[in-house]
């Protein structure tokens, strides 16, 4: 003031700096961030400070973020960064592909920097609009950095990112003051549209291999991009057809060897249950060939069965016979079962390209729940068999010798 009032034309030589930290979080409550810039130069430099990948970048940290520019007398941005002039503007959404977030992203690209990187690429996904004035230029180059880190294999720095296709290349993504039209950004984003869609690493690995056919060390990812977007993306795509139907057939031969070992083991399952019915069958006849044999012969004074412990002898082994015969098949049929179970899965693991873990589970429960059900309720009935036929033989000596009593 002491200064004004000693030259009272010194206020126009004055700078008049405004603190917006109160008016941006007060309107960050409402869900969404606002932002103003009262000319278009200070919000480009302070565009052009920012690094488009930092999480602490305003831009990433504050979404949705809308910006008021004084000057600016049309809508720029995408659905959650917008520059809007402060009059006769309307809130519209961008009609535009939908990327894939920052995690998805991450999953197919190696971030191996000192920095914070997080983004969204969504939000440099600019819906049309006039991008000829320099604010919507800086805001162009903006998302020409974003969007085309999305491809690389490896991020280090702005200085070294590295594509693996037909050659492994180490490339500095390069930054340029001349700001791409908003057709390549458009071209940007339908590239990393399709490439994340599905099967994003043979889809990146597609276009990477033609990018890197035609490019070398000497120019950045930018130029790259900007010269031979429109080409490997075209012959990617078209690659990319004939390498799902050769992978679809090599899929389904997959799935047919699948689904017969499958079928081995489901009847494995049944071979097992059949094998201990055979075998107990096999042993109840013989039993009663010998029950037969002493009830036929009780009245025989040549054969010594009023011997009554030689009896219990020959019974009393006969009861552990056919105790013993479950207890050693029921531990050879079950680890055969475990042991074969175990390899059927390593091997199909092991050897599967195509059949994704879940789909292979999906087969595996479904082909062998039923087996299984049957042979946790049969195997445990006839072996319950095997051990009351083991208590009769335990039981018929005493039976037999209380027929001889009360025959005549």
Same mark, same amino acid.
């Not at 983004?119 to 049309?128: D, G, R, V």
């Not at 990112?161 to 791409?180: E, F, N, P």
């Not at 276009?207 to 035609?214: C, I, V, W």
């Not at 599967?352 to 729940?369: A, G, M």
């Given at each position: ?157 702005? /200085?070294?990112?590295? =594509? @693996?296709?037909? !050659?492994? $290349?180490?490339?500095?993504? #390069?930054?340029? &003051? ?122 025989? /004074?040549?054969?010594? =069965? @009023?011997?009554? !412990?030689? $009896?219990?002898?020959?019974? #009393?082994?006969? &009861? ?89």
């Amino acid at each position: 003031m002491k200064d004004y009032e000693q030259k009272r034309n010194s206020f126009y030589q004055s700078k008049l700096l405004f603190n917006k930290q109160a008016y941006v979080e007060r309107t960050s409550q409402s869900g969404r961030s606002q932002n103003f810039f009262l000319e278009s130069k200070s919000c480009e430099r302070w565009m052009d400070e920012l690094d488009p990948l930092d999480a602490k970048n305003p831009i990433n940290r504050n979404s949705p973020l809308l910006i008021f520019v004084f000057d600016l007398h049309n809508e720029i941005g995408s659905d959650t960064f917008k520059l809007l002039p402060t009059t006769d503007y309307e809130l519209s959404s961008a009609n535009v592909p939908t990327l894939p977030t920052f995690n998805n992203i991450q999953e197919n690209l190696h971030f191996i920097s000192a920095t914070n990187v997080s983004f969204n690429p969504n939000t440099y996904a600019l819906s049309q609009g006039d991008y000829s004035s320099s604010l919507g230029g800086a805001l162009l180059r903006q998302a020409e950095l974003a969007l085309s880190i999305a491809i690389v294999d490896e991020f280090y720095s702005y /200085d070294k990112v590295v =594509l @693996d296709g037909l !050659k492994r $290349l180490t490339l500095k993504v #390069g930054k340029t &003051s001349i700001s791409a039209n908003y057709d390549h950004i458009v071209n940007l984003m339908n590239l990393i549209k399709w490439m994340y869609d599905d099967r994003v690493r043979t889809r990146k690995k597609l276009f990477n291999e033609r990018l890197t056919l035609e490019i070398n060390e000497s120019i950045t990812l930018l130029e790259a991009l900007r010269s031979h977007i429109n080409t490997a993306f075209e012959q990617a795509r078209e690659r990319y057809n004939f390498v799902i139907l050769d992978r679809k057939d090599a899929y389904i031969k997959e799935l047919k060897d699948l689904l017969k070992d499958l079928r081995a083991q489901s009847d494995l399952y049944s071979l097992k249950i059949r094998n201990l019915l055979n075998n107990f069958l096999r042993d109840v006849l013989a039993t009663s060939v010998l029950i037969g044999f002493t009830i036929f012969t009780k009245f025989s /004074d040549n054969i010594g =069965l @009023d011997k009554h !412990k030689l $009896l219990n002898y020959v019974f #009393g082994g006969l &009861s552990a016979y056919f105790i013993l015969s479950i207890l050693f098949q029921a531990a050879v049929d079950i680890t055969d079962l475990i042991i074969t179970n175990k390899e059927l899965i390593y091997w199909k693991r092991a050897s599967k390209e195509l059949i994704s873990e879940k789909e292979f589970n999906l087969h595996y429960n479904s082909s062998l729940k039923s087996r299984k059900r049957s042979i946790r309720i049969l195997y445990p009935l006839i072996a319950l068999l095997y051990v009351v036929i083991s208590i009769l033989c335990l039981l018929y000596p005493g039976f037999l010798n209380g027929l001889k009593i009360n025959s005549p």
